[in-house]
């Protein structure tokens, strides 16, 4: 069993160590080892972690979608999904004001996710994503 770090599993997955500990509180069936303040992967968590990445940044699932597809279809499914064994799945994940996260590029998500944790920064992002949709409506007028 190979256990790796906090910053491998981030290269690996293309994502922020910080982005990974924010998945690790909306994701309590992420369970990595902690030792000293260190966080440890196990396989088994990797795939995991593939499988929420695939969801949130590729299918554009919302952070409560994938915690749906987690709870209704189980860790299984979501490891699956990680190895690519689960294609795309069909959901209408998408906000009140028919924004989907998929029109989102990664680091607009990340920007999104690091913000959540401030109300007032997570308040003033959600006004210049909405502002910016708005500004492609007009355009296709």
């Known amino acids: 069993m190979t256990i790796r770090g ?54 554009g699932f919302t952070i409560a979608g994938a915690q749906a597809v987690l709870r209704t279809r189980g860790i299984n499914f979501v490891r699956a999904i990680g190895r690519g064994q689960v294609g795309a799945l069909d959901h209408v994940d998408m906000p009140g004001d028919g924004i989907a996260l998929a029109d989102l590029s990664p680091e607009q998500r990340d920007a999104l996710m690091s913000a959540l944790a401030d109300s007032a920064a997570c308040r003033a992002l959600a006004d210049r994503c909405l502002a910016q949709a708005k500004g492609r409506e007009a355009h296709h007028d």
Request: proline letters at 6%; charged letters at 30%; hydrophobic letters at 40%.
């Open 6 to 59: 906090i910053a491998a599993v981030a290269e690996e997955l293309d994502v922020q160590q910080y982005v990974l500990r924010f998945w690790g509180v909306q994701f309590p069936e992420m369970r990595p080892i902690r030792r000293s303040r260190h966080r440890y992967y196990r396989p088994e968590d990797v795939e995991l972690l593939r499988g929420v990445r695939e969801l949130l940044h590729v299918q």
